[in-house]
């Protein structure tokens, strides 16, 4: 394991405390093709074979499992994944576009091309969606589901889409 990902572990042992509740996963309020479980954000891969370099995704959210790499916590406007201390961030050429997809980056970084601290602070809006911030794009999962390399799992795109046109029950979290 490297150092980072032992930190990482460490500061999601902390940040949830010690306790039986599954960590805490950003899950999409409607459960779609997957009853009793629904979807959450997370990156590609798991453990030491996860892909923090790719896109992220909606993916079922295994409560049962309670990875701690999935473990997404919302402070200060940012969407954090304390094992990775790395930040849910619109990816954009100076501003994202609709379709744009959401990549992790580091918490408050970024540079000219892609301003993450600018491009990483979320607010949830009246109805529960999560909207960039000075802009008018939420994070949206992806109509169309696929299974992963197991067969019962399932995973979806994971994009920023303009608020006012992202179906509810694609762009509305808990």
């Not at 909606?58 to 940012?78: F, K, Q, T, W």
């Not at 379709?99 to 109805?127: H, I, K, M, N, Y």
Request: net charge neutral; hydrophobic share 45%; charged share 20%.
């Amino acid at each position: 394991m490297t150092k980072a990902w032992i930190l990482g572990l460490l500061a999601v042992a902390l940040a949830t405390g010690a306790s039986a509740e599954p960590p805490p996963q950003m899950r999409l309020a409607d459960d779609l093709d997957f009853p009793g479980e629904g979807y959450c954000i997370d990156v590609v891969g798991v453990g030491m074979s996860a892909r923090t370099d790719m896109p992220l995704v909606a993916h079922n959210c295994l409560p049962a499992r309670g990875s701690v790499d999935r473990v997404v916590v919302m402070r200060e406007g940012r969407l954090r994944f304390p094992a990775y201390d790395a930040c849910v961030t619109a990816f954009g050429v100076v501003a994202p576009l609709p379709g744009s997809a959401v990549v992790l980056q580091p918490c408050g970084g970024g540079d000219a091309f892609v301003p993450a601290a600018r491009l990483q602070l979320f607010e949830r809006t009246p109805t529960g969606q999560l909207r960039l911030e000075n802009s008018t794009l939420c994070l949206t999962v992806g109509a169309d589901a696929a299974r992963t390399l197991s067969a019962t799992h399932r995973w979806r795109t994971l994009t920023m889409e303009r608020c006012d046109t992202a179906s509810p029950a694609l762009s509305v979290w808990r």
